[in-house]
């Protein structure tokens, strides 16, 4: 069982680029290992540090200033490659939830098959985030997942977000896949003996 989401208030990171690649979130160079701990580690690797392994100061995940389980990224996140460790790193750093205004599918697939909750919001809305969380870096989002809806509480704005009932249902009972075949054997077993 993985933590089960419910309703999450935090302060966000903002990440305002568009076209932000499964390369960029997590370098070809560490997609050997077949173990997703220690991928949040390398999270954005070419841009947090330099070739030296110094830590970019420029870079958000390194400025203190910005905090918080949620990242709030640029349109068309998680483009490129179908690397599902570009998702393993984005759970690995800590964060639950990524909102865009669009999101690669596989990506977002991926995204929700570990325990990060995709949010697409309107153009509008994310230059609402990205503007509060500059005015603003200790502003808090809601994102209520049985609503499913998310809420700018400095400008109190909210917009309504979609999601597949079965990954909302999984989030929400901290189930992955395997857990629900589990949770539901006896059901899976009762249907085969009675369709022999």
């Known amino acids: 069982m993985k933590q089960k989401f419910n309703i999450i208030t935090s302060t966000c990171v903002p990440l305002p680029l568009e076209n932000v690649d499964t390369d960029q979130i997590i370098p070809a160079r560490f997609l050997k290992a077949t173990d997703k701990s220690g991928f949040g580690d390398n999270l954005f690797r070419d841009w947090r540090y330099d070739a030296d392994g110094n830590?970019?100061?420029?870079?958000?995940?390194?400025?203190?200033?910005y905090s918080g389980c949620i990242l709030v990224a640029g349109r068309n996140f998680g483009s490129g490659s179908s690397r599902e460790h570009a998702a393993w790193a984005i759970a690995g750093y800590g964060?639950?939830?990524?909102?865009?205004?669009f999101f690669a599918d596989i990506h977002k697939n991926n995204e929700l098959n570990n325990f990060v909750l995709p949010v697409v919001v309107s153009e509008a809305f994310l230059a609402e985030l990205f503007?509060?969380?500059a005015d603003d870096p200790k502003m808090?989002?809601?994102?209520?997942?049985?609503?499913?809806?998310?809420?700018?509480?400095s400008t109190g704005h909210s917009e309504t977000f979609e999601i597949n009932?079965?990954?909302?249902?999984?989030?929400?009972?901290?189930?992955?896949?395997?857990?629900?075949?589990?949770?539901?054997?006896?059901?899976?077993?009762?249907?085969?003996r009675q369709n022999r």
């Open 165 to 192: 009932g079965y990954k909302k249902h999984c989030l929400m009972q901290g189930l992955d896949d395997i857990d629900f075949l589990l949770q539901n054997k006896e059901k899976i077993e009762a249907w085969e």
């Open 131 to 133: 503007k509060t969380i």
């Open 55 to 65: 830590p970019r100061k420029d870079f958000v995940l390194n400025d203190p200033t």
């Open 95 to 101: 964060f639950r939830v990524v909102i865009s205004s």
């Open 140 to 153: 808090q989002v809601e994102v209520d997942l049985p609503r499913q809806k998310v809420t700018n509480l």
